[in-house]
């Protein structure tokens, strides 16, 4: 379609005059309008085309508008549109049965809901009614979702305007290296620390008292930091000794993103619950749920779960889903972002990264990488300080805006930008936008020391 300036007008005018948008202060924002997608690129009404490498807030795996997937939506709509969760409808067998045989251990049953933040509070409501007891841990660095608990389980700033009501979450440190809050010198000396501090958080909090400890498998929107070797492990062996339900949550790192069905997968662990969403069905329709053990499922065998969900399992949402996880088997989709990791973004990353004096680190894996800024690679100092906005935020401002100029839409948290483009983005794709953010990262050079 020809590039219509007045309908993105008029788009925008609507959109400012009634559309309440999250996190953010009303006044102050102005929305791209957007006239349409396909694959690894959107564009807007006045003819701008832009490379998406934050897949849009990391969900589209599979890129925008795969045909298939578009098909099946369409196809579903016309046998059955929508149906109440408490029926056997075909869409919503399908899409567990998809599930559950890719879900890692004996997580074989499937809780759907409409996205990861419900996926994160039914995780939380089943590990405390199968242990009794009350306190979730979670950690600093972690983003669970906007709905209560996930919102007080989350470890950054956005949970303080709703921490009032944080009772029984309790806050601990999981392992970072680059940024060591324990002062380690090594993967394997951080590991060990990260592991002590978690066992005398539990002795202090009091062990019969936690219900369930909650981690991003990889944290995502904190910052892609790779658990170092055996970290998770000795996570699930502090969970076994202890009677504590081990959740992951993979609403962000799972279906595809870290080159593995799951992040999971990547450590060999297998968690009590597990949540996803966005990558399920690329978030062609909202779909998010939680995958639960043998022995969680067995509690709820006799005795009623006590949750639900109007749109449970919803048939347009699951036909996606089963699209979308066909899809990625047959065209080898998990296999193409462990192959766009290993040999396009990681050894172009790292090229950019030791050229450029304000990257203080690289790391990631598959489709799912982080670039840490800094105003000195010495010091680490980082290129803005922890949630800056305005002025103390320039520099991260000024970055992001050189991005987008260029035609390259950035993901932008705090001192980091994070390469997430979908899965499916081809080596020549990649390489345009590694060059464009090569480009961007000279303006974000200019605020080094
Ligand atoms: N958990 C993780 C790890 C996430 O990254 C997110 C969203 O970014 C959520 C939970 C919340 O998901 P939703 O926004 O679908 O509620």
Redesign the pocket.
């Known amino acids: 379609a020809q590039p219509d300036p007045a309908v993105g007008a008029a788009v925008k005018a609507a959109d400012r005059a009634h559309v309440f948008h999250s996190w953010s202060a009303q006044g102050l924002i102005d929305p791209l309008a957007v006239a349409g997608a396909e694959g690894s690129y959107f564009w807007d009404y006045d003819g701008n085309r832009y490379l998406d490498f934050s897949s849009g ?2 969900f589209t795996n599979i890129g925008y508008q795969h045909p298939k997937v578009v098909a099946a939506i369409q196809e579903q709509a016309g046998k059955l549109t929508t149906f109440a969760p408490a029926f056997a409808v075909e869409s919503r067998s399908e899409a567990a049965r998809l599930i559950a045989e890719r879900t890692p251990g004996d997580l074989d049953k499937i809780f759907f809901t409409n ?6 509070e039914n995780a939380v409501r089943m590990a405390r009614l199968h242990t009794g007891r009350a306190k979730v841990l979670s950690a600093y660095r ?6 209560a608990a ?1 919102i007080n389980l989350t470890g950054d700033p956005r949970r303080w305007p709703s921490d009032t009501a944080s009772a029984g979450v309790v806050h601990f440190w999981a392992p970072f290296l680059y940024r060591s809050p324990f002062h380690a010198r090594n993967e394997t000396e951080e590991r060990d620390r990260a592991l002590q501090h978690l066992e005398d958080t539990i002795a202090y909090e009091g062990p019969g008292s936690i219900a369930a400890i909650i981690l ?1 498998t990889i944290p ?2 904190a910052g892609i930091m790779i658990p170092p070797p055996g970290y998770l492990a000795g996570v699930r062996e502090i969970c076994d000794r202890y009677g504590i339900v081990f959740i992951l ?5 799972g279906f595809g993103r870290t080159g593995e069905w799951f992040a999971a997968d990547l450590f060999d662990v297998v968690p009590d619950l597990m ?1 996803f ?2 990558g399920v069905n690329s978030g062609y329709v909202p779909l ?1 749920g939680v995958a639960i053990s043998a022995e969680i499922a067995a509690t709820f065998e006799t005795r009623p779960y006590p949750g639900g969900l109007t749109y449970s399992g919803h048939p347009l949402a699951c036909a996606a889903a089963v699209a979308t996880i066909n899809v990625m088997a047959e065209e080898g989709i998990v296999g193409k972002a462990a192959d766009l990791g290993a040999r396009v973004l990681e050894p172009g990353l790292r090229e950019i990264a030791e050229r450029h004096p304000s990257v203080g680190e690289l790391r990631g894996v598959g489709a799912f990488w982080a670039l840490e800024l800094v105003r000195d690679r010495e010091t680490r100092e980082p290129l803005v300080p922890y949630n800056a906005s305005g002025e103390a935020n320039a520099a991260m401002a000024a970055f992001g805006a050189a991005c987008k100029k260029s035609g390259l839409w950035p993901f932008v948290n705090m001192n980091r930008t994070h390469v997430c483009p979908p899965c499916t983005t081809s080596e020549a794709e990649a390489k345009e936008g590694l060059a464009l953010l090569d480009a961007a990262l000279n303006v974000a050079d200019e605020f080094t020391v």
Not at 115 to 120: F, S
Not at 142 to 147: E, F, Q
Request: overall charge negative; cysteine-free.
């Open positions: 807030l990391v996205g990861g933040a419900e996926a994160v972690s983003y669970h979702g906007a709905t996930a991003e995502g929107t949550d993979e609403v962000m790192a949540t969403a966005k998010g």
